[in-house]
């Protein structure tokens, strides 16, 4: 590998930590891309620095995602090709990364009759009968899936049997901007390819979502209208006579937005810019997604929802190490700088989402609420799970507000985030409600510890929302057995307590938290209040 570094340069004394401390000096965060000569040069000096440090730590080595690209899942070939032999199916966002090879994959497995139907060349997407084209055996469709009557025409023309939904928005940043189209998308898209799955019979149907979907909440719009969508489907699938799977996508190496952005500006020779450091992603690749689509037909049973995802997602990689990986391999002296989180990237990871009792299980894409529902495949490479149980009811009163709120043109579109955000909030404050409160009170703890915060660098009032719809879900339903089962000794809950009273907005529910404490000092006995340890307690079943 060329490298054209001057290695004179080197600092040899800075640590990781101090060069990039001195790259945010020159460029804080938030600063435009630098332009000025003298700060370039210092930042190419700084990024040989840095460049230099990784590959001390051994770093740098090999492409940092290598271990990602190799992979694969077993795909259950025979069962899938018995499952589509003479099937009508239809893809949403057929002409997308995952669309494309889902489409090569079909008709390599034997599917004769495969539709597309795809914005991406709908040049009115209010036109009611989408132009099509036939390539190959496969029939393309312009078509908006917001556009209920254009989507009614090709079922009604194509009478399908099976549904891959596909379509959605893909980019967390471009969601904050264009909030209705994301919205409106994501939500009338999803009731759109339910009623008419429903409607004209449908076999099976298969959604794919993401793995930001696994935070208990969220104010992204890309992820909270992904939350929406899965809710939907597994409405559908108890109420419904459609058979529906979901697949759980993380960051798609072949279509990765942040990839393409770097090895674009490698290739210019321009000034790389990085979010931030320590930002990590859990990544996977083509044939893994399309390989769980596929399964999920199989694995996928009458009445509920079941998603799966890649059972082994390896160690996260950290997007600066791809940035100077892209550079050295390059042989180019290119300078990088910091420019800060954008909207839809903003929002820090909450540590309750994971049972840190059990670290060497934890998987990136399953919550501890979803975690009890987990079983993996024979091959042991794939993982069925379901989704914590919440009230049909209240998804029901939520998306109907939603719905009469995005189609309204006059509805101002930055309140559209607000309204979704709020609408979420009562679904999960349902879910929170049919969960057990010692399995709250675990995240809870485990989502405010004050020390891993302080390493996070974070601040429990980053966190405040899904504190308060934790304690919503908490409060009233305390008593020594449930912090027996939760294993929270008297002097843990004690400190639980004293870090959320920091919070303004919660002190009613602080108020009570002291309330069962003194009680439970007085009257329990003491054995049961000062336990170490306890066995894990199960969630139970809900309808």
């Known amino acids: 590998m060329k490298s054209a570094f ?243 996508f993380t960051h798609m190496l072949e279509n990765s937005l942040f990839c393409e952005q770097m090895s674009k500006k490698v290739e210019q020779g321009k000034t790389v810019n990085v979010h931030a450091p320590h930002r990590y992603v859990t990544a996977q690749n083509l044939f893994e997604a399309v390989h769980l689509l596929l399964n999920s037909l199989i694995v996928s049973v009458p009445g509920k929802l079941k998603f799966v995802a890649v059972s082994n997602l390896g160690w996260p990689t950290e997007t600066l190490e791809v940035a100077l990986y892209k550079i050295l391999e390059s042989g180019k002296n290119l300078p990088i700088y910091f420019q800060g989180l954008l909207p839809g990237y903003e929002e820090p990871f909450f540590l309750g989402q994971f049972d840190w009792k059990k670290p060497t299980d934890i998987h990136l894409l399953i919550n501890v609420l979803e975690d009890p529902f987990r079983s993996v495949n024979d091959a042991g490479d794939m993982v069925s799970v379901e989704l914590a149980p919440f009230s049909l009811r209240v998804l029901d009163k939520q998306v109907s507000k939603l719905e009469s709120l995005i189609i309204d043109p006059d509805f101002p579109e930055v309140q559209i985030k607000h309204a979704l955000v709020a609408a979420e909030k009562e679904v999960i404050a349902s879910s929170f409600a049919w969960s057990a409160p010692e399995d709250l009170l675990k995240i809870l703890q485990w989502g405010i510890n004050p020390k891993k915060l302080q390493g996070y660098g974070t601040e429990i009032a980053d966190y405040s929302e899904i504190i308060e719809l934790l304690l919503q879900g908490i409060c009233g339903r305390l008593n020594q057995e449930v912090l ?60």
Request: contains cysteine; hydrophobic residues 40%.
């Open 484 to 543: 027996h089962s939760a294993g929270v000794r008297a002097d843990e809950f004690d400190d639980l307590v004293e870090s959320l009273s920091t919070l303004d907005s919660i002190q009613a529910e602080v108020g009570y938290l002291r309330s069962v404490s003194r009680y439970l000092r007085e009257f329990a006995p003491p054995a049961q209040f000062t336990t170490k340890k306890s066995e894990p307690v199960a969630i139970p079943d809900a309808a």
């Open 6 to 248: 001057n290695q004179r340069e080197v600092f040899e004394g800075a640590s990781k930590a101090e060069i990039i401390e001195r790259i945010q000096q020159l460029v804080p965060p938030g600063s435009p891309e630098p332009q000025d000569p003298q700060i370039l040069a210092a930042l190419q000096t700084l990024t040989a620095q840095l460049i230099a440090a990784y590959q001390a730590d051994g770093q740098l080595e090999s492409e940092p995602f290598s271990d990602v690209r190799g992979r694969t899942i077993h795909l259950y070939a025979s069962a899938v090709s018995s499952k589509i032999k003479g099937k009508s199916i239809l893809i949403t966002g057929g002409e997308g990364c995952v669309g494309r090879f889902l489409i090569e994959k079909l008709l390599e497995l034997g599917a004769t009759k495969i539709i597309s139907a795809d914005n991406a060349r709908c040049q009115n997407p209010e036109e009611n009968l989408p132009l099509f084209t036939r390539q190959g055996g496969v029939t393309f469709y312009a078509a908006d899936i917001r556009n209920f009557e254009a989507l009614k025409h090709i079922f009604e023309v194509e009478k399908p049997e099976i549904v891959f939904h596909l379509a959605a928005q893909r980019q967390p940043g471009l969601a904050e901007i264009k909030i209705r189209e994301t919205v409106t998308t994501s939500l009338l898209g999803c009731k759109h390819v339910i009623q008419l799955c429903e409607e004209y019979g449908v076999e099976h149907c298969i959604f794919s979502s993401t793995g930001k979907t696994s935070r208990y909440f969220t104010t992204e719009v890309y992820a909270a209208s992904k939350k929406f969508a899965e809710w939907q489907f597994a409405k559908a699938a108890q109420e419904g006579d459609v058979t529906y799977g979901m697949v759980r």
